[in-house]
Every structure is written in structure tokens, then in C-alpha cells.
């Protein structure tokens, strides 16, 4: 079984817009099937004039992106070094055939 992604954790986007990108987990929320990520799926938020915020402004804050969005950085690495082939592999391009003939006949 799968390890759960809770709070605390490292994540990568493995897809939408930050794809690829890390973050770390702000919260979770399991009814709605979201997490927020420091870092990820910004978007911009106006600000009014008040007392918190005396210039006002556009702001960037974090929006909760769908938990199937984000993998755990640990078996994210793991996979890629799985994947990544271990031994280059061989030209077997005709264009690097030719050259190997060339050379022999010199």
C-alpha cells in the first residue's frame, strides 16, 4: 500500500502547470481530495487598502491543487533512477555507421 502524503512532506507536481517542481506540504484536506504545496499552483490575488496591507496590491498565494497531482519526492527519485537506462545505450543510427566505414578505410 501506498505511503499517504501528509503534512510536512516533499512532493513533486506530476502534473499540471508546475510539473516537475517540489514543494513542501502546507495541508491536507482528505474530504476534498487536496493538498497545498508552499511554492506550487500560485495564483494571483488582488488586495484591497486596509490596515493589514496599507499599499495594497496583487498577491501571489498558494491554491489547493487535486492529491492524484503530487507524488512523494522519495518515490519519485526512486522511479526515475528506475527508469533511467543503467548502460549507454549503443548508436545504431546509419549516419554513425558510415563514419565507422570511412575510418576503417583510411
Do not use: F
Amino acid at each position: 500500500m501506498a505511503k499517504r502524503i501528509k503534512k510536512g512532506d516533499t512532493v513533486v507536481a506530476i502534473a499540471g502547470k508546475n510539473k516537475d517542481d517540489r514543494g513542501t506540504v502546507l495541508a491536507v484536506d482528505w474530504a476534498k481530495q487536496t493538498v497545498l504545496v508552499e511554492g506550487l499552483n500560485l495564483y494571483k490575488k488582488t488586495v484591497r487598502r486596509s490596515n493589514d496591507s496599507p499599499q495594497g496590491g496583487i498577491n501571489d498565494v498558494e491554491r489547493p491543487m487535486h492529491i492524484s497531482n503530487v507524488m512523494l519526492a522519495e518515490r519519485h527519485e526512486a522511479r526515475a533512477a528506475r527508469r533511467s537506462p543503467s548502460e549507454p545505450v549503443a548508436d545504431t543510427s546509419p549516419a554513425g555507421d558510415e563514419e565507422a566505414t570511412e575510418t576503417a578505410e583510411s
